[in-house]
């Protein structure tokens, strides 16, 4: 599966984005699929997860209850909606998409990755 993502920008603390990560050269549903980020120095950090039928959604501490994510299968899309953001969610964003069955997995072992958009917030 090829991912491409988009949606990344310039926003001001307090401020939304929404980004999108389109699935192609793949049977979509078969795949979790998920959204992390990572600044310079640091690893790849976990921030949301939806299982291949949509059902269970699942999200890093940092991001709960400010983030969703969401998915359209007849799109091969995802979407990761970003509300209140703040100067530390500035990074490095990649769409993953992931075959294997059972529980959302958090570490950065995902079967395929996108080319990362860039989201910076400003205090």
């Known amino acids: 599966v090829q991912l491409q993502a988009s949606g990344g920008g310039l926003v001001q603390a307090g401020g939304s984005l929404r980004l999108s990560c389109v699935a192609s050269r793949g049977t979509f549903s078969r795949y979790h699929m998920g959204w992390f980020r990572q600044t310079p120095g640091k690893e790849r950090e976990f921030v949301a997860g939806?299982?291949?039928?949509?059902?269970?959604?699942q999200y890093g501490d940092s991001v709960k209850g400010r983030f969703t994510m969401s998915r359209d299968n007849a799109k091969n899309t995802v979407y990761l909606q970003m509300n209140n953001l703040k100067p530390e969610d500035t990074a490095l964003y990649y769409c993953?998409?992931?075959?294997?069955?059972?529980?959302?997995?958090?570490?950065?072992?995902?079967?395929?990755w996108g080319q990362g958009t860039l989201v910076t917030v400003s205090s």
């Open positions: 993953a998409a992931d075959q294997r069955a059972g529980w959302i997995v958090t570490t950065p072992t995902w079967d395929a």
């Open positions: 939806v299982t291949w039928s949509g059902g269970t959604t």
